[in-house]
């Protein structure tokens, strides 16, 4: 067996399996910050991705933490808020850019990966980690998942690919989830297409020694076969699983979101009255939000409707660049992260301080050639 660590955040493994094939692991191993994604740690699993990709004996990948608290937080944005203020004016801001467009390009890996890719979000799977598991052919959930796009609270938008996938989710509960950062469990998602799979969270070694144990083949697509079943076979009963507030508050969702403008909208959930505490969390969430994020999650709804997966990450870089252009996003961070006040001054400080004319700034691409232009 082969064992190297590229980095100490990242481990990336090869297993040994029958029939001189091989299973790829990648682990997170970044525990104080729950995990959360720096530039390296993005280029230490798409550099494997790609090399497992053309390896023959490689059949089947697996991406997971070292802990059972989190797979992982999201993207190290204090460290983009510090570059933000290194480079002051600077658009793009070349360590942004550099994050985000490596961080899209794993993203867009993932989504398109032709062997089976399993994702194990147990615990903690917020932002860019949403972003590894999303697109993933196997996604694994567990009776500790907690899953959540809480970009409005940095004033930034659900990016790593959320203009795709959240436009895909049942109903309007895409543009619930992305306006108000709500928090999903493991039942919430499976039914959003989130998750695949439902596993105790403590039968994950025994989910890769039988992986390790499988009989593997030179197809990829007998690779996905197997892994699914093997999948199924070990799943937990669905009388495990908790309730989902997603799918029990689908109707009030539907008649929360239905108005055709945003500031209705947003009128609407701030307005809920209800007996649910999941929504009415969410509605005061999006209360304390950046008005900015909550007209990007709306924009990015229409804009992306009809774009391509590759589309869809090319405008998302040129969104999340110009976000860090502007003050929502720096201001975000100090008052949840830095700071901690949770007393963010958002300018504008309401929706309808929101002009067209500024927020057509965050779709101006800041370059003559885009950075993802080769993403097919």
């Known amino acids: 067996m082969h064992d190297s660590t590229l980095l100490e955040t990242v481990k990336i493994e090869e297993r040994d399996c029958p029939g001189g094939m091989k299973l790829g692991v990648i682990t997170l191993d970044a525990p ?10 993005i280029r230490a699993i798409d550099g494997a991705l790609l ?22 937080a999201g993207g190290d944005v204090r460290s983009l808020r510090t570059a933000v203020f290194d480079a002051p004016g600077v658009v793009p801001n070349p360590q942004a850019l550099a994050f985000f467009a490596d961080e899209y390009r794993l993203d867009h890996r993932i989504h398109t990966y032709v062997k089976p890719l399993l994702v194990w979000g147990g615990g903690i799977v917020m932002g860019g980690g949403l972003g590894l598991m999303a697109g ?16 409005i609270t940095i004033g930034l938008f659900p990016d790593v690919g959320g203009s795709w996938f959240l436009g895909r989710m049942p109903g309007r509960t895409g543009l619930f989830l992305g306006l108000t950062g709500a928090a999903m469990n493991a039942a919430d998602a499976l039914f959003v297409g989130l ?20 009989q593997w083949q030179a197809d990829p697509q007998a690779n996905h076969q197997q892994l699914d079943r093997l999948l199924r076979g070990l799943s937990s009963p669905s009388s495990l699983l908790p309730e989902s ?44 939000g950046a008005p900015s994020s909550a007209a990007l999650v709306w924009a990015m709804r229409a804009r992306t409707r009809h774009l391509s997966l590759a589309q869809v990450f090319q405008l998302e870089l040129i969104v999340a660049v110009q976000c860090c252009a502007h003050p929502d996003f720096a201001e975000g961070v100090r008052a949840l992260l830095i700071d901690k006040d949770n007393a963010p001054q958002w300018r504008p400080s309401s929706l309808s301080e929101l002009d067209d004319t500024y927020l057509n700034e965050y779709f101006q691409a800041p370059w003559a050639q885009h950075p993802l232009a080769d993403l097919a």
Request: charged content about 20%; proline content about 3%; glycine content about 2%.
């Open 51 to 72: 090399a497992w990709a053309d390896d023959g004996q490689i059949a089947c990948v697996v991406l997971q933490s070292s802990t059972d608290k989190a797979f992982c």
């Open 245 to 288: 507030p997603v799918r029990a508050n689908y109707d009030a969702i539907a008649t929360l979101t239905q108005a055709p403008t945003l500031s209705e909208v947003v009128a609407a959930i701030a307005a809920y009255d209800g007996e649910s505490a999941w929504l009415q969390k969410a509605a005061h969430s999006l209360a304390r």
């Open 195 to 214: 998750g695949d799979y439902f596993l105790q969270q403590e039968a994950r070694a025994m989910v890769l020694d039988a992986l390790a144990l499988a």
């Open 32 to 41: 104080k910050s729950l995990h959360a994604l720096t530039l390296e740690m």
């Open 136 to 151: 993933a052919s196997h996604k694994v959930v567990t009776e500790s998942t907690r899953i959540a796009m809480p970009e």
